[in-house]
């Protein structure tokens, strides 16, 4: 009984794919590939046992910017499964004003909904097009009548002419793009929904969308005609069409079971939540958010607007800096729930040379690419890289530690001049080395309180 995994990866596969756009944290690595694997295996197991096996959820522990969330939502990528991340700290223990904890059950099962969707939208695009290609030559050419030409016809037929060698010319020009800035008039729907808005403050939006859905099947339908390019009107009537084509039954029935398989909720902060009784004013909830995660992270059964969705096989990956509170501060139960504890290594001055130059979607290169579009062509030095790192380095340790986020501030503060004057440099090249590098930063990162502020 051998099949090919969802993802066709092994461990050590997806931790090679995990590097070639996350530097280092190998540990954390392994464990996701770990327990993506042990997904695929799951669904090798006899029907009896394969409800049994629980999956492994995981607690990143690392101060902020060492790449716990890069790891977890490159993973779900991978896996090609319903991914989102949520904040502990935004949810209140039931009785207080804020988010339930069941609405980030919610929020992944719209998101499967709209990944089956497009799927299946995709699967059908080309006969959507050929069907919004009818409809578009339909309003181009409309069917005559008794008068010798329709009011709105691109062009006026002789009556002897036939209709369909005529659609066939059109069909021709519209192909070759010809017919792109013509302008059509659509009819389009949409439906009005009075009184939601009103259902829009915190605590509310539940009760919002779920008043939504109901007047969604009794409000009429209002139409409204709009003047639109060829180019724009063959776009929206595919889509139209797509929608058509799909079953969302089936659409529907596909994103529950996604979710309840495969499904992967990031919890971020899961530290702000930690702690036992005893606490006044806002950290009053603390325990109770703890006790609402808890059903959940066990596996439960969640009524959303698709129908019933059971979170037993969800997979939840924790995370947190845990600085002040540690994972035993965890209610017992809870910390039962997340049997892998991965501790991410803070990063090194190597590590942000790394992250600047190696990954796919490396800094420097997106900053090349972007000013490539204004023809001005940027180059790098190994002596400007590392000074960038060494400047981020010193920039974390006497302010805060942000990881490698404050490569972002530092790159921004860096180029900007350039990014600013690059429309008018068209063809220029231009090269960073260390003398720029310190001569746009140096004085920052001497003034401490500027460079708070700053970088």
Do not use: C
């Amino acid at each position: 009984m051998t099949r090919p995994a969802p993802t066709g990866l092994t461990p050590a596969q997806i931790v090679a794919e995990l590097d070639r756009y996350i530097v280092g944290q190998h540990r954390a690595k392994r464990a996701v590939a770990i327990a993506l694997r042990n997904r695929w295996r799951r669904q090798m197991l006899p029907a009896e046992l394969r409800d049994e096996v629980a999956p492994k959820n995981i607690i990143m522990i690392g101060p902020t910017g060492v790449g716990k969330t890069e790891v977890a939502r490159r993973l779900a990528k991978l896996a090609q499964a319903p991914f989102i991340k949520v904040e502990a700290s935004k949810y209140t223990e039931v009785g207080y004003v804020g988010r339930d904890v069941e609405s980030m059950v919610r929020d992944l099962t719209e998101q499967s909904v709209s990944m089956v969707k497009a799927e299946l939208m995709s699967q059908v695009q080309e006969k959507a097009e050929r069907q919004a290609e009818d409809r578009l030559l339909d309003l181009l050419l409309p069917h005559r009548s008794a008068e010798p030409f329709s009011s709105g016809s691109l062009e006026q037929v002789s009556p002897d002419a036939s209709r369909e060698s005529t659609l066939e010319k059109l069909r021709a020009q519209l192909r070759a793009g010809r017919l792109d800035d013509r302008i059509v008039e659509l009819e389009t729907q949409a439906q009005t929904m009075p009184l939601v808005e009103i259902f829009s403050g915190q605590g509310m939006e539940e009760m919002g969308i779920q008043l939504k859905d109901m007047l969604s099947n009794v409000m009429p339908t209002k139409t409204r005609r709009r003047r639109v390019r060829v180019a724009e009107a063959r776009k929206l009537l595919a889509q139209e069409e797509a929608q058509k084509l799909v079953d969302m039954e089936e659409v529907i029935a596909q994103a529950v079971r996604r979710v309840e398989n495969s499904g992967i909720i990031f919890l971020d902060e899961l530290d702000k939540v930690a702690g036992r009784e005893g606490g006044h004013g806002p950290d009053v909830s603390r325990e109770g958010v703890q006790r609402d995660l808890l059903p959940i992270v066990e596996g439960s059964a969640v009524t959303t607007k698709y129908g019933i969705v059971r979170t037993d096989h969800v997979l939840f990956i924790a995370a947190g800096a845990f600085h002040v509170a540690k994972p035993a501060d965890l209610i017992p139960e809870l910390q039962g729930r997340f049997p892998i504890r991965v501790e991410l290594e803070p990063l090194t001055r190597e590590d942000f040379i790394r992250i600047l130059t190696e990954p796919e979607n490396a800094l420097i290169r997106q900053y090349v690419e972007l000013l490539r579009t204004e023809s001005v062509t940027l180059r790098f030095l190994p002596e400007a890289v590392e000074a960038i790192a060494e400047i981020a380095m010193q920039v974390n340790t006497s302010t805060e530690n942000i990881g490698a986020r404050r490569l972002y501030t530092i790159m921004e503060r860096l180029l900007e001049e350039i990014s600013f004057q690059a429309p008018e440099m068209p063809g220029k090249e231009l090269t960073i080395d260390a003398e720029y590098v310190q001569q746009r930063l140096s004085d920052v990162t001497r003034d401490q309180d500027l460079s708070r502020y700053i970088l």
